[in-house]
Structure formats: C-alpha cells, structure tokens
C-alpha cells in the first residue's frame, strides 16, 4: 500500500518547486516500502539521509522562491522548514535506537511530518500565489 498518494493539492504552482514535491513523496513512500522488509535498518537510514538532503535542497528552492516574490510569511515558512529538519533527525535517531523498527509506526512519522507542512506552509503559499 502506498504511503502518501499523490494530490494536485500538493502543487503550489511553480513547476520545479512541483516536481520536487513529487520527487519527495516517492522517496518517502519507497522508504516505508523498504522498512516493511526484513533486517532493513541500514537501507532506510540510506533512505532518510537522503530525504534529508532532498528536504534541505527543496526548502532552499523554497525560500528563494518566497524572497523573490516577497512573501508575506517567510519567517513563519522558514521556521517551519527548520523545525521539520529538526525532526527528521529525531525520526533517524530513533531509529537507530529501537532494537526492531516499527515500519507503521515509522511511515505513520513519515506521513505525518510531511502532510502537515504541505497542507499548511505549502498551501498558503500556493493561495499567495494565485489570488
Ligand atoms: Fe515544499
Ligand atoms: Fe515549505
């Protein structure tokens, strides 16, 4: 079962920005896939550095998008992109600390640290853009 489908509501309207939020639902979801195998700690630590450096590389394009056109909650969007980051090393550091990985529990983590961002932060921004 896929962890996160794909919505058009997950679009702000710029296409790179778009495409990124795509990029990052399927690695997120080929991770939960990948903690449902057997013995696959090592693999989704793989996984979740690699969300991680996406993520970091996707809030960047983010803020420059939002100087550019002057946001009105740049700061409030900005501290919400470092408090994520700040909780994709929680979810690592767990992790690495449970003698068995929970993989509902970890694709719950997962869903939930991303669906919130996107449905609040990113779709603001897509009303900014376009009204
Ligand atoms: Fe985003
Ligand atoms: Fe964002």
Request: proline share 1%.
């Amino acid at each position: 079962m896929t962890l996160i489908e794909w919505q058009d509501e997950f679009k702000i309207g710029i296409d790179e920005v778009d495409f990124e939020h795509q990029e990052l639902i399927g690695l997120i979801n080929d991770s939960y896939l990948e903690a449902k195998k057997e013995d696959s700690i090592m693999a989704v630590m793989d996984f979740l550095g690699e969300i991680f450096e996406r993520i970091s590389a996707h809030f960047a394009l983010e803020e420059k998008v939002m100087k550019e056109l002057d946001y009105d909650q740049f700061e409030d969007h900005k501290e919400d992109h470092e408090r994520l980051l700040d909780s994709i090393r929680d979810i690592m550091d767990e992790c690495m600390d449970v003698p068995a990985l929970d993989e509902e529990k970890f694709g719950q983590h997962l869903k939930e640290w991303f669906s919130r961002h996107f449905s609040t932060k990113d779709a603001r921004m897509h009303h900014f853009l376009h009204h």
